[in-house]
């Protein structure tokens, strides 16, 4: 069966203060038809841990469901703190 | 590190047959300033004889002083692939001093401005601060720009250039088929072509020039007429000193310097992708050199050099900045004083030809510039002192007869757009900087969302010290992370972040009112971070580390610090 993917693209940060606000958008996405999400980073500035912790909680939602959480258009910095802090196994950084 | 734009960087050594076409190609390159001393010796109505013999006492004094540039070890040389050059900074002094009082005086006066840029040069490292990298990079700018007088009325075959009856049309064709043949060898050629882009150039010109018989008549003739040995002789004996020149070089003398830190400074750029600033000590040593350089031209009797932004241009054009080219180079043009031919083919190479390769040079150096000046955040005090140097020294180079009327003392600057950007900007650079701190202090409550607050005080601060773009970046980002931690309930009340500048740091001071963040120097794991509630907090601290160089807590009586540093 093909996997549903479905596609979010937050604006401005991704710290303590949107964490909420994009932990429940993503939840309800994967709680619909969607097995894994395709994260568009390109519009992110910040992230900070309370963002790293919510890619956390969706990549390993996402993995119960049989799916992945892809991200893609993060600004250099950010791809260094997602591979930094090991979660590249977990949240699949695309070009 | 090695740019990986280069093929051979600064400490490599390319194969012997690459070495020779190398220093060839950079020869070629410096046989502009050939012409252009030529030009200059011209208005002096020097006699041929005595042209030649200054052409070829230039030549060794060329060669002998790349060689030093490149030296690495010692009091002199920086180490780099700079060869001298004839020097635009001296024209109206080389006019003033020969037309007015001799050769003897001239070549008297060129030693002595030798002597006053080497003690020039040792003061550089003290001076550092006069030379933040935006008058630098504006310096650069000019460089590439001031060279293009020189070339296009060659490029476009302006009638001046040519001899009587040649056509116009035809030499112009010549001149762009040259530049076309030199950019396609950078842009596509593989192997030896891509490294020797003049040299295939000027090659292909010269073929072009034969074709369409835009060979000068008398060019054939005047290399025929030289013998293939000759000894260079200085053109006239003795010394003469002129009190009431000294001033004028002088100032010709701090003209000169300048543009010699802005060359030393792109050879530095040019080889290392992590450049960040001026290393001034390199510079010091380097144009030592070129004092030294300029004793010896008064003493075998040829007119003034300083460094060659053209040459530099070529070895970044052709990917091979090895100081080994400078040894192969200085040969080569030492060898070039003892063979007569050898001056005059390159005196009678076609002005187009010679044209398309300043202008191919000059691309490469303005644009050097650019980047350099937009490395830095520009507040509107920088905007303006960039500004206006490039304004005035363009409006020198573009309307020079509005400043015909000026004292004479100030001719050897105004003549020179590069030295009068230079001065201009030392100037503004200088009295802009007054009453302008490199401290800040920001309140914060918190309990508020200061991440706008944040953001906009670093970019701002940033701009009016000239920080680095990455540096405030990171820096700003540590901010956040700190913010985040304290926002976990850690701080309560006001929260203040002193940052202070010095062009090598940035350290910033968050102090506040509570309990202090913890610096977790191991990663917490994924199951910390999901279930343990202060997993997020122990992230952040971690998280510290990682963008700031040095981080370190300290508590007072009643305060808690986060101690930041970042490397400009």
Not at chain 2, 10 to 31: K, Y
Not at chain 2, 379 to 408: E, K, Q, W
Request: proline fraction near 5%.
């Amino acid at each position: 069966m093909p996997v549903v993917v479905a596609k979010y693209q937050p604006v401005g940060r991704f710290d303590a203060s949107t964490a909420a606000q994009h932990e429940a958008e993503l939840r309800r996405l994967l709680d619909g038809e969607a097995q894994s999400i395709e994260l568009d980073f390109s519009k992110i500035e910040f992230l900070s841990s309370a963002g790293l912790r919510v890619l956390l909680v969706t990549a390993s939602a996402a993995e119960k469901k049989g799916g992945t959480l892809q991200l893609s258009g993060a600004r250099p910095a950010i791809r260094e703190i997602i591979l930094t802090v090991g979660f590249d196994d977990i949240v699949h950084l695309r070009d | 590190m090695k740019p990986t734009t280069l093929t051979y960087g600064v400490d490599d050594t390319p194969p012997l047959l690459e070495l020779a076409s190398l220093g060839l190609q950079q020869v070629l390159m410096g046989a502009a300033g050939w012409v252009m001393m030529a030009t200059v010796l011209a208005t002096l109505s020097v006699s041929l004889l005595d042209t030649q013999s200054m052409l070829r006492m230039g030549m060794i004094v060329t060669g002998l002083g790349a060689m030093l540039q490149a030296n690495r070890r010692g009091p002199v040389g920086s180490g780099y692939l700079c060869p001298p050059i004839i020097a635009p900074a001296f024209f109206s002094t080389t006019i003033l001093a020969g037309g007015g009082f001799g050769l003897a005086t001239l070549f008297g006066m060129t030693t002595v401005a030798g002597a006053i840029e080497v003690v020039l040069a040792r003061l550089l490292p003290r001076i550092r601060f006069l030379f933040p990298p935006e008058v630098i990079g504006v310096v650069m700018v000019m460089v590439g720009i001031a060279v293009l007088p020189t070339g296009f009325p060659r490029l476009l075959a302006d009638p001046a250039t040519l001899s009587a009856g040649a056509d116009q049309g035809r030499n112009v064709a010549v001149g762009i088929v040259t530049l076309a043949t030199m950019t396609g060898c950078t842009v596509w050629g593989r192997g030896l072509v891509k490294l020797l882009p003049l040299l295939v150039g000027i090659f292909t010109g010269v073929a072009a020039a034969l074709a369409l018989g835009c060979v000068p008549p008398t060019a054939l003739p005047s290399i025929m007429n030289e013998p293939w040995i000759g000894w260079p002789h200085r053109a006239v004996s003795g010394f003469a000193f002129e009190w009431s020149l000294l001033l004028p070089f002088t100032i010709a003398c701090v003209a000169s310097s300048l543009k010699n830190v802005g060359d030393l400074t792109m050879c530095q750029k040019i080889n290392d992708s992590d450049w960040k600033r001026t290393d001034m000590a390199s510079v010091s040593r380097g144009a030592s050199v070129l004092g030294i350089v300029n004793i010896a031209s008064g003493l075998l009797g040829t007119v003034s050099h300083n460094a060659s932004s053209s040459n530099i241009g070529l070895a970044v054009a052709s990917g091979a900045t090895s100081r080994s080219i400078a040894y192969s180079f200085g040969a080569l043009m030492v060898l070039c004083a003892f063979l007569p031919k050898v001056a005059a083919t390159i005196t009678a190479l076609p002005p187009p030809i010679t044209g398309a390769a300043v202008i191919y040079c000059a691309c490469f150096m303005m644009l050097a510039g650019i980047q350099l000046l937009t490395s830095r955040l520009l507040d509107t005090r920088r905007i303006l002192m960039a500004g206006c140097a490039l304004a005035f020294g363009l409006s020198a180079g573009l309307m020079p007869h509005l400043y015909v009327n000026a004292p004479h003392f100030l001719k050897p600057i105004l003549n020179s757009p590069v030295s009068f950007s230079a001065l201009v900007a030392l100037v503004l650079n200088y009295l802009m900087q007054l009453g302008n701190t490199r401290r800040c202090r920001l309140t914060l409550t918190a309990a508020e969302d200061n991440y706008a607050t944040l953001r906009d005080a670093m970019l701002e601060f940033g701009a009016s010290v000239g920080a680095r773009k990455e540096a405030i970046t990171a820096a700003t980002e540590s901010l956040h992370h700190v913010m985040e931690s304290l926002a976990t309930g850690l701080a309560s009340g006001e929260i203040t972040v002193d940052i202070a500048f010095d062009e090598y740091h940035l350290d910033l001071d968050v102090s506040y009112q509570g309990q202090a963040i913890e610096l977790v120097k191991t990663r917490p794991d994924r199951n910390t971070l999901l279930n343990d509630p202060t997993g997020l907090a122990k992230l952040s601290g971690w998280l510290l580390g990682q963008r700031a160089d040095r981080v370190r807590i300290k508590t007072d009586a009643d305060r808690c610090h986060v101690l930041l540093r970042l490397t400009n």
